[in-house]
């Protein structure tokens, strides 16, 4: 499938890095460029966007913040130069954060995260089979197969808007399911919630660091609103 994406970026060198990248992936196609969030706010209300590359560090409005005014965004992956700007764009449900400067390999990898989001979207044919609530097992609906998930083989879950994408040890799965939903299906004592676009397993847990969670070699954040109760949880556990 086409996917029609657009780019906010003041910088034109940074602007032209990512046309090149898009040019040799064919169905990658770039409607327009724009130097500043207000000049591109019009043609994503007049026209179907599936992706916007956006940087964050601009004047007039940020791209954090004009995100933030979009009541349907396109999916998005941001491109800056400022790595502290990570956390806050997880908290806003970024496909991916691109730092400049950053490979065609890199961007690949962003790109097909986000095609791969579309075709389900587009597909609209995930569902969750599930025997009984709180099992140790479900059965998980993606892309015309029918996965048996083993809860202890999770390692965390990702929100993404509509769907969510399961982190298996082995695999991924991308499935039309609401976060709120999985997270009634799992075992209540081997998960928990850290952020509103993550679930973890307490099992997988290597360390917490300040405002991250390690799970391997994962870095996830923990949210503004569930970081006491969740810091709570885990001093429950502390050794004297």
Do not use: W
């Amino acid at each position: 499938m086409d996917v029609k994406a657009i780019i906010i970026d003041d910088e034109p060198l940074a602007q032209n890095v990512i046309k090149i990248y898009a040019n040799k992936i064919p169905n990658l196609l770039i409607e327009g460029s724009y130097n500043d969030a207000i000049s591109a706010h019009p043609v994503l209300k007049e026209n179907d966007i599936d992706l916007l590359f956006l940087d964050i560090n601009m004047p007039k409005l940020s791209g954090t913040s004009f995100l933030r005014t979009l009541k349907n965004a396109p999916l998005v992956i941001f491109t800056t130069a400022y790595s502290e700007y990570a956390v806050e764009g997880f908290e806003l449900n970024a496909i991916d954060y691109l730092k400049k400067p950053f490979s065609f390999e890199r961007f690949c990898k962003a790109f097909y995260k986000a095609e791969e989001l579309l075709q389900l979207k587009h597909a609209s044919k995930n569902t969750v089979i599930i025997n009984k609530p709180q099992s140790d097992f479900l059965f998980i609906k993606s892309n015309k197969k029918t996965y048996k998930v083993i809860s202890d083989e999770i390692l965390y879950i990702e929100g993404l808007g509509d769907y969510i994408k399961i982190h298996l040890t082995d695999k991924k799965i991308v499935a039309n399911l609401s976060m709120k939903k999985i997270l009634a299906l799992l075992p209540e004592n081997k998960f928990y919630r850290i952020h509103k676009s993550f679930i973890i397993s307490l099992e997988k847990i290597v360390l917490v660091e300040g405002n991250m969670v390690v799970i391997g070699n994962n870095k996830l954040p923990i949210g503004n609103s569930y970081r006491q109760d969740f810091m709570q949880f885990v001093n429950t556990f502390l050794a004297d």
